[in-house]
């Protein structure tokens, strides 16, 4: 009779933790903090695109890609130009990130919460959220875009033809009292291109080696478990975006626009310079998007973490 009185354990239901949803701009700001770390290595990596090779080889390509090429390149920066030099354009990397990757985050979360609310997204929802989210974002981030090339490659331009961009407010106005506001949308369609292809191969890379590693490995829900799968990311979005990265940088960094079709200026680099040339200024793409990349997560997660416990424990 008590044994009959008693509940079942199976019968009770035992409600799923509540999900948060965080406010729209943490993507942006845990951007911003990681540009700090990230930004030497951008500078680099677009000093090495910007470079004109005509009948490379292959392995001279292959040298081009090597950590030794891009300390040296760092240190040539830094001796030459000096060390402040390397944070060049930092004003219009981080204005990109408060417009490119506000978007990008905040609209990623915004449409999963749309489409799947608390239930686990699946991958055909998540590619369709990361692609709409990587569009807008590559399209309002494009003009600071345009400016933070200009200002990277400065440097190893002749002087005659070196731009001098104060800040990037400053290399706005110039841009549209000189060229006309047009040029501020240069490189869009390879610039959308790529935040598309970054907002697919990061954003959803990462919540899938994530829920792998909770789901198949057994991982906690941790530090540790943030930083493999933002690595891993981090990882899988250099190699995808490397040769969109490198055809737009070379559009916005030309002074004169020649009209060619981004497939047109990928098929003239593989003809020129090899097909290595697509790839040129990975391994510093790799060292900036990859601590880039865990910082961003791992300050995105401590955020959300830090605004779910506020919000659950006053209600």
Request: aromatic content about 10%; overall charge positive.
């Amino acid at each position: 009779m008590l044994l009959a009185s008693r509940p079942c354990i199976d019968t009770i239901n035992i409600p799923k933790p509540k999900q948060v949803q965080s406010p729209f701009w943490f993507g942006g700001a845990a951007s911003c903090l990681a540009t700090f770390v990230s930004h030497p290595f951008d500078l680099t990596k677009v000093r090495l695109q910007t470079l004109r090779v005509e009948n490379s080889t292959a392995w001279s390509e292959f040298k081009l890609l090597s950590p030794a090429r891009m300390f040296k390149t760092m240190w040539t920066i830094s001796r030459t130009e000096g060390i402040t030099a390397l944070y060049s354009g930092l004003s219009a990397s981080l204005l990109r990130q408060g417009t490119y990757s506000t978007i990008r985050f905040g609209l990623y979360d915004q449409f999963k919460w749309s489409v799947a609310g608390d239930q686990k997204p699946t991958l055909r929802q998540l590619l369709l959220c990361s692609t709409m989210a990587g569009v807008l974002g590559g399209a309002f981030g494009n003009p600071s875009d345009v400016v933070n090339v200009r200002m990277q490659n400065d440097g190893q331009l002749p002087p005659n033809q070196r731009r001098n961009y104060k800040n990037v407010l400053d290399g706005m106005v110039r841009i549209c009292r000189e060229e006309g506001p047009q040029v501020l949308l240069r490189g869009i369609g390879s610039s959308t291109h790529r935040a598309v292809l970054i907002t697919v191969s990061q954003m959803t890379s990462y919540d899938l080696f994530k829920q792998g590693l909770l789901d198949k490995f057994h991982f906690h829900d941790g530090l540790m478990t943030h930083f493999a799968a933002s690595l891993l990311a981090g990882l899988v979005a250099t190699t995808v975006c490397s040769p969109l990265d490198v055809v737009k940088t070379r559009i916005m960094s030309a002074h004169l626009h020649d009209g060619r079709h981004p497939v047109k200026i990928m098929l003239h680099m593989m003809r020129t310079e090899g097909f290595g040339s697509l790839f040129r200024g990975w391994m510093p793409a790799f060292v900036r998007l990859g601590p880039h990349t865990i910082v961003t997560f791992i300050v995105l997660e401590q955020l959300k973490d830090w605004h779910k416990t506020y919000k659950l424990t006053h209600q």
